[in-house]
T-cell receptor
């Protein structure tokens, strides 16, 4: 029972490099989300996708792009990584209703030197 | 607009003592409220949720929370702490409608330490 799967689990980048974080869910959820977690700041929403084919900015979208490839997959891309993007990134998915909980992956720990 | 404030970034209790983690919210529309727990190097797991049914909500691992509209609070409690409860806890609010529909806003988190 995989739930939400994120790859890779760890990554170290140099400033200016690009990379894509992958996320896939097997719960047939309509909505998917990308968050970043920084100490003392909780989780902040980067982008979300309410349904296949749609994406919207969250609280901290600058420096990121997303693609909702299909209903299962939602990727996050850093085009030119900056040290300020060092963080732990979480993907989540949920049913479309706002009273339904979000299910989280185990995170990607990203360090940018 | 919606926001969540968790009072106390660190809470320390003895094993067997009461656990009380505080959460206050702000929302312009009726809220849905959630508590999540995060163990080291893991993602967030749902503890419990309030979705306008009973104001006292029971969750997993013996935790419960009470929705108090007059105090805009949703504090998390557990009568007797166990060593395995040591983790970081997050309160989150989701809006029923408006521009925030379906999106979660998280508090800053509270790290719970349990001493033997």
């Amino acid at each position: 029972n995989a739930g939400v799967t994120q790859t890779p689990k760890f990554q170290v980048l140099k400033t200016g490099q690009s990379m894509t974080l992958q996320c896939a869910q097997d719960m047939n959820h309509n909505s998917m989300y990308w968050y970043r977690q920084d100490p003392g700041m909780g989780l902040r929403l980067i982008y979300y996708s309410a349904s296949e084919g749609t994406t919207d900015k969250g609280e901290v979208p600058n420096g990121y792009n997303v693609s909702r490839l299909n209903k299962r997959e939602f990727s996050l891309r850093l085009e030119s990584a900056a040290p300020s993007q060092t963080s732990v990134y979480f993907c989540a998915s949920s049913e479309a209703d706002s009273n339904q909980p979000q299910h989280f992956g185990d995170g990607t720990r990203l360090s940018i030197l | 607009a919606q926001s969540v404030t968790q009072l106390g970034s660190h809470v320390s209790v003895s094993e067997g003592a009461l656990v009380l983690l505080r959460c206050n919210y702000s929302s312009s529309v009726p809220p849905y409220l959630f508590w999540y727990v995060q163990y080291p190097n893991q993602g967030l797991q749902l503890l419990l949720k309030y979705t306008s049914a009973a104001t006292l909500v029971k969750g997993i691992n013996g935790f419960e929370a009470e929705f108090k509209k007059s105090e805009t609070s949703f504090h998390l409690t557990k009568p007797s702490a166990h060593m395995s409860d040591a983790a970081e806890y997050f309160c989150a609010v989701s809006a029923l409608g408006g521009t925030s529909y379906g999106k979660l806003t998280f508090g800053q988190g509270t790290i719970l330490t349990v001493h033997p």
